[in-house]
C-alpha cells in the first residue's frame, strides 16, 4: 500500500525528531530542507522504501522521550523535476540564508539517489568559489546531510541509513570538507573528438552540459579507466533495467573495457600542498584514481584507500589477473604489485589513447587533446556533520 512507502514528507518528519533531540542545535532555530528526487527508488521502490521508512520510524520511536533541546525545529521539502533541478533548488536556498539572521540554521537533505547528492553539493560549492558572501553562508550557515538512500552510498553520511541515524543519535561536530576539483587544460575540437569514432554523448547523457560546466568536482573520489566505465556500464544498465546491477558490471566491464578503450600509458605529475612536484609515473593503466581524502570507498563499498593515502595507481592488468584479483578491491587488501598509493594535492595527467574519466558516478568521455587533465583538492568547504568519535582523517577542518 502506497501509504507504508517512504516520502519526502516522512523523512523530514523523522529527521526534525533527531535533530530536535542531538545537543548540537541546542537553543537554535533549524529549518530542515529535503531536496527530494520523487522519482528515486527509496520512494517508489516497495521493498526498499518500505524498509528504509521502517528504519526511520524505529529510530523516531527510540528518541520520543528524549528531551527537546532545540529553540524550534521546521522543515520545507522541494521535489526535483528534471535534471540539474536539485542545483537550481540549491541556489535558492543559498541565497535565502544570505538574507536570513545567523540564529537560523539550515540542514539541507539530500533525499534520493546518488546523482540528487552530487547536484547539491556540485551547487554549494560552485556558490562559494563565486563570492565571500556565498562563501560565508556555505561555510558556516548551511550544512549538508547526505541521506544513503541511493545505490552506491560511498559519499553519503554513513553507508546505511543505520549508520546515519547512529551518527545523528550520537555527540557531533560541524566540520568543512574537501572535494577534488577536476578540469582540463587541452582545448579539443568536435572533429578531433569524433576522429576517435566515439560519441562522447554516448558516454554521458549530460555531456553538453558537463563540457560547459568545468570545473568538475568528486566529494568523493574521481578516477580515469576501467572504475569509470564500470560506472558507465552500470547506469546504461540500471536506465533500462530496475535493480542494482553494479557487481554484475564489474566483471562484464572486464570483458568490455579494452576493446572499447584500448589501452594507452599515462604520466602522472604529482604535487604537495606547496606546489613542489613529489613524484613522477608514467605507465599503461588499468585505473587512476584520487580522493578527497583518504579512507575512501567507492563502488557500493569498496575499498579503494584503506589508510591516510588519497591516489591510488593501478597500471594495467591482464584480463584473467584482473579477474582473479578483483576481490582485493573489494578490502582494500591490494598490495604493490596491483596498486600504488600515494597523497598529493594536486594531480596533473597526460594520457594517449580515448579513456572514460568519472566524479562521484558522472561520466565523461577524454580524447588525448583534453589533456593535461588536472585533479586537485580543494579547500576545505562543504559543511557536514562529523561525529566526535571519529578517528580517522578524512581531510575535513573542524568548524567554530
Partial sequence: MKENLLSPAYVAEAISCLVSKNKLWENKKVVITVIANKTAGCFTHRKKSTKLKNILADAVLRNLSKPTVTQSVESKIYRTKYANHARELTDAVIAEYAALDDDIVCLLVTAGGDGTCQEVQTALIKAAYESETKRD???NKITILRLPLGTGN???DGHSLEETIELLEGPLHFANAKAVKVYYEGNPTEEQIKAYGKDPRKF????DERIKDTPWFAFNITSIGIDAYVAYLTDFIKKRLPGNFYHLCVPLSGLLYDPTFPPGTGRFE???KDGNKTEEITTPIEMFTVGASGYRVYGGGHVIFPNHHNVCVTPKLGLLKLMLENHHFVDGSFGPDLATLHTA??????????IIMETDGETMLLVPEH?????E?????IRILESDNQTIDKGTVRAE
Avoid at 594531480?347 to 589513447?353: A, E, F, S, T, V
Fill in 270 to 272: 604529482l604535487y604537495d
Fill in 204 to 207: 554521458s547523457d549530460k555531456y
Fill in 345 to 354: 594535492e594536486k594531480i596533473k595527467i597526460y594520457y594517449d589513447k580515448p
Fill in 377 to 381: 583538492r580543494t579547500e576545505p568547504c
Fill in 371 to 375: 589533456f593535461p587533465l588536472i585533479m
Fill in 137 to 139: 553562508v556555505v561555510m
Fill in 154 to 156: 560511498d559519499g553519503t
